[in-house]
């Protein structure tokens, strides 16, 4: 700890001790005097998009907290701004499709830039809850099923947020969150328990909380989810062992809304005394919004269940981030009315953003872009869908600020060219009224853009569905559509992989948009007519049905694999079973799309691996290199992707592991030498004793455009490293 903090923390009475682990939901008058007399730490959605008045309330409170407190220690004001504060970027799913550190830190950047105006000194994002389940609403604020994506774009976030200097007036604290596990809620039901052996949780829940706390993330949040039987937010294995000791965090941990009481409800701890002696000797730092620590830890200390030393390790952590961030020295650091929100350059950043982030899943006879002459048919509840293209977890968004699929189509065709009819009212209408005028204007139009998928309420947090499909009438629609023989744009906007294999099946050409924020609409017109091409790729698998989850790519290869190539089984219809394999009889093990996957607007061929060498020590690094070439007539970008499988080790393991990827466009016609340096080191795993190890023997390598395809090579690691 700092001079200052250390002097402070001599100075401070248990009361003012208590009140600096406290945070408090909004500002009222009670909160007012708490603040006054030095009881409250932090306050979270110190103002609501509804009053507007960020500034003058952030100032307001911190002139009390540090002009009228005893000891004038300045709150620190956090908020939920998960992808974006006014300007609203697509959902952190949607920005993973991008596979764009550059473009994901940028975006957290506006976001910190437009938060700092409104007197937010800290957000709680990045999210890096690796999730392997579209059936939980919380999938949309990750950055899907694979540890490194998480870890890598989680850490680009955290710079984002951050910068160099987090006391910049332009930049706000991050916080890693749910720490841990919390992705892992069993059936995909939010809040529910987890059961993840050790291993497993070091080999791919915790690398992206490690990243994120190495790119110098502040605070870290523990999650509402039982770890094994051990509620997150009272774990010392994982908060103070691992986070705190092994990995030397010295930012501040913040406990979920209330889930220092909830332990209560779990049934760990038998009231707010046991909730509160158990949070504080695991670790957590700051209570949100519950109250177990300032009301029992008194008591407590008397008893000699918790110790002064855990007390001001907690309040000293706290301590530092504030004046980490400059608040000891301007406590209203970056608050001004001046900035625009929403303004041209942070519209561009979004629109880049939505742009690098939809999915081209499929282009039958090239029919994207759309020609340059012709009516466009636009249809479906979500091309005019002001509030739901924004997505899940939009604090303070406006809907009268996004530009629509059909506002930024009317502007590019003009009204003559532009059939518009959405044909429901929303996505899980039923009222089939609007069909006819969808219909008419598919019949009348030279290709139809319909877009569907699901409201942004239909997921986010405590938002989880057991059916993937398309809500209400939208299958209906489609059928409608598609039965006037137009050819079939289908553009998808939703917080989670859905069930599309129907309109697999139906339509020539079909964009995963997610939920794309302000600016999808225009970064989608991008699309459709060819000023961009589309460069996103799948973060997730998209599984064929709601059955085979979970379903990652990241999977063990069994003893009795599925067949090869799947069996083209018509989903949901048992085939007469064959062999003993690991499969389903009615629908085979593979997804509608791998993850990885994404078309463009060319086409990739991929030359044959290089190996420097094929045989490597444990302190090598695999050097591979291949001749990408665009093979097509227009420029692209591909996300090339490196893949390692470990034979055969003391713990069976995945059949394929992402272990680097790099964007690369190339010129229609050219070639690049594409070259990968991999460390050995970080070919290896968690064994039964929890020691991390890369065991010799051969390994797999491909490189490729996805998880399901790619060039193959084979190398082999001599030495065991321990
Ligand atoms: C919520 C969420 C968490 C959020 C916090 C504050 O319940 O779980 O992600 O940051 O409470 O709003």
């Known amino acids: 700890m700092s001079e200052r903090v250390d002097a402070l923390l001599a100075k401070m009475t248990l009361a003012e001790k208590l009140g600096q682990i406290q945070q408090v939901n909004g500002c ?364 899940c977890w939009v604090m303070d968004g406006k809907p009268e600020d996004t530009v629509t699929v059909r506002a930024a189509l009317q502007e590019a065709l003009g009204a003559d060219r532009l059939r518009y009819a959405p044909g429901l009212e929303t996505s899980r209408s039923t009222d089939k009224d609007g069909f006819a005028a969808a219909v008419a204007a598919a019949e009348e139009a030279d290709v139809a853009v319909l877009v569907l998928g699901e409201e942004a309420l239909l997921s986010g947090e405590a938002h989880c569905r057991a059916f993937l499909d398309l809500p209400g009438a939208q299958r209906g629609l489609v059928e409608a559509v598609v039965a006037t023989g137009t050819p079939l744009v289908a553009v998808v906007m939703a917080g989670r992989p859905l069930v599309l294999t129907d309109l697999e099946s139906c339509a020539q050409a079909l964009l995963y948009a997610w939920h794309p924020g302000t600016m999808g609409g225009p970064a989608l017109v991008d699309l459709l007519l060819g000023r961009a091409a589309p460069a996103g790729r799948l973060p997730v698998s998209m599984p064929q049905a709601v059955g085979q989850i979970p379903l990652y790519y990241a999977c063990k290869n069994t003893g009795r694999p599925p067949r090869e190539g799947g069996r083209g089984v018509p989903p949901g219809t048992p085939l007469d079973p064959e062999g003993f394999t690991s499969q389903h009889i009615d629908v085979d093990a593979r997804p509608l799309y791998p993850f990885g996957f994404g078309l463009t607007y060319t086409t990739f061929v991929y030359g044959e691996l290089e190996l420097e060498s094929a045989v490597l020590g444990p302190a090598d690094s695999l050097e591979v290199c291949m001749r990408l070439s665009n093979t097509g007539a227009r420029e692209g970008t591909e996300v090339v992707q490196l893949y390692i499988r470990d034979r055969v080790a003391s713990l069976t393991r995945p059949v394929r592991e992402l272990k680097d990827w790099q964007r690369v466009t190339l010129a229609p016609g050219a070639s690049a030498t594409v070259s990968f340096a991999v460390p050995v080191a970080t070919l290896g795993f968690h064994n039964a004793s929890m020691e991390y190890v890369v065991e010799p023997g051969e390994f797999d390598i491909w490189i490729g455009g996805d998880a399901a395809s790619g060039v193959h090579g084979v190398f082999e690691v001599v030495a065991a490293s321990r």
């Open 28 to 391: 009222c008058a009670e909160h007012e005097s708490l603040v006054r007399a030095g009881l409250v730490g932090s306050i979270l959605n110190h103002a609501d998009a509804a009053q507007g008045d960020y500034v003058e309330k952030a100032k307001r409170f911190q002139r009390i907290a540090v002009e009228e407190s005893r000891l004038g220690i300045p709150l620190i004001l956090g908020r939920d701004v998960i992808h974006g504060l006014r300007t609203i970027l697509p959902i952190p799913l949607g920005q993973a499709a991008s596979f764009d550190e550059a473009l994901v830190e940028a975006g957290a950047a506006m976001a910190a830039r437009e938060a700092a105006a409104c007197g937010i000194h800290w957000t709680f994002a990045p999210m890096v809850d690796v999730a392997r389940d579209p059936r939980w609403g919380r999938i949309a604020e990750s950055c899907g099923e694979d540890p490194l994506v998480n870890a890598r774009l989680g850490a680009a976030m955290v710079r984002g947020f951050q910068g160099a200097d987090p006391a910049a007036p332009d930049r706000i604290a991050a916080c890693a969150k749910h720490y841990v596990g919390y992705g892992a809620a069993e059936s995909g039901r939010d809040y529910n328990s987890t059961w993840i052996p050790e291993s497993l949780l070091r080999d791919v829940y915790l690398p992206p909380f490690r990243a994120c706390t190495e790119a110098g993330a502040l605070t870290v949040m523990s999650a509402f989810n039982d770890l094994n039987g051990v509620p997150t937010s009272g774990n010392a294995l994982t908060l103070r062992r691992i986070l705190k000791t092994e990995w030397g965090f010295d930012g501040f941990v913040v406990s979920d809304w209330a889930s220092v009481a909830e332990m209560i409800v779990h049934g760990y701890c038998a009231d707010g005394r046991e909730a509160a002696r158990a949070a504080l000797t695991a670790g957590v730092d700051m209570e949100m919004v519950s109250t177990c620590l300032a009301e029992h830890v008194e008591a407590l200390l008397e008893a000699g269940e918790v110790s002064l030393t855990q007390l001001d390790e907690a309040v000293g952590r706290i301590l530092s981030v504030k004046e980490r961030l400059g608040l000891f020295d301007n406590p209203c650091q970056g608050a001004d009315e001046k900035l625009v929100l929403c303004s041209d350059e942070h519209r561009q950043t979004a629109r880049a953003a939505a742009r690098a982030s939809c999915v081209l899943l499929k282009n039958e006879g090239g029919l994207l872009p759309l020609g340059a002459a012709g009516t466009v048919a636009l249809v479906g509840p979500l091309a005019e869908a002001s509030w739901d293209q924004l997505g």
